[in-house]
T-cell receptor, first 115, second 109 residues
Framework: DAGVIQSPRHEVTEMGQEVTLRCKPISGHNSLFWYRQTMMRGLELLIYFNNNVPIDDSGMPEDRFSAKMPNASFSTLKIQPSEPRDSAVYFC?????????????FGEGSRLTVL | GEDVEQSLFLSVREGDSSVINCTYTDSSSTYLYWYKQEPGAGLQLLTYIFSNMDMKQDQRLTVLLNKKDKHLSLRIADTQTGDSAIYFCAEGGYNKLIFGAGTRLAVHP
């Protein structure tokens, strides 16, 4: 079974450039989450969608960050313009929102380095 | 607001038991979870406990929940080198999980 698929796995870019991270959730899952992991702040929830609708974006750091989910099988997280402090591993996760345990299934992450 | 706290590091000898502790703030959480992250990978659910339970055992894993003190622990019996990873405590319900900072478990011979 295909899990959550993220791309790219690694991205190195220069300050000021636009970065787009992509996620394909597990088929049939109706909730999608974007997390950011850094040594300093641990794992932070940035935004989550339910049935393609953004429910809570209070974790999005600032207006430079935006996320979309145009359909049930695809989501993007965009940073424009990027800054060195955005360097982190970005995880996408999905779940079936009304499932018994609410387990999240994580992708392998996109490691972003902004120089 | 919601908050989950756990110690950052734990070092144990192979074969000993490991105990990872966590405190949380949201008493309305339906489930509490332990996730495991191996190097270069995403998080994977290790085990979970329903909020009306005190204990859950699953092979080498024992989860203890003290709702009064909002304290959750994970005990790994007979710890092996393959258990070396970061362990995250999480609280929440069906649509939103809040994770702790993670405890890095190092297993040495």
């Amino acid at each position: 079974d295909a899990g959550v698929i993220q791309s790219p796995r690694h991205e190195v870019t220069e300050m000021g450039q636009e970065v787009t991270l992509r996620c394909k959730p597990i088929s049939g899952h109706n909730s999608l989450f974007w997390y950011r992991q850094t040594m300093m702040r641990g794992l932070e929830l940035l935004i989550y969608f339910n049935n393609n609708v953004p429910i809570d974006d209070s974790g999005m750091p600032e207006d430079r960050f935006s996320a979309k989910m145009p359909n049930a099988s695809f989501s993007t997280l965009k940073i424009q313009p990027s800054e060195p402090r955005d360097s982190a591993v970005y995880f996408c996760a999905s779940s079936f929102g009304t499932e018994n345990t609410g387990e999240l299934f994580f992708g392998e992450g996109s490691r972003l380095t902004v120089l | 607001g919601e908050d989950v706290e756990q110690s950052l590091f734990l070092s144990v000898r192979e074969g000993d038991s490991s105990v990872i502790n966590c405190t949380y703030t949201d008493s309305s959480s339906t489930y509490l979870y332990w996730y495991k992250q191996e190097p270069g990978a995403g998080l994977q659910l290790l085990t979970y406990i329903f909020s009306n339970m005190d204990m859950k055992q699953d092979q080498r894993l024992t989860v203890l929940l003290n709702k009064k003190d909002k304290h959750l622990s994970l005990r790994i019996a007979d710890t092996q080198t393959g258990d070396s990873a970061i362990y995250f405590c999480a609280e929440g319900g069906y649509n939103k999980l809040i994770f702790g900072a993670g405890t890095r478990l190092a297993v040495h011979p």
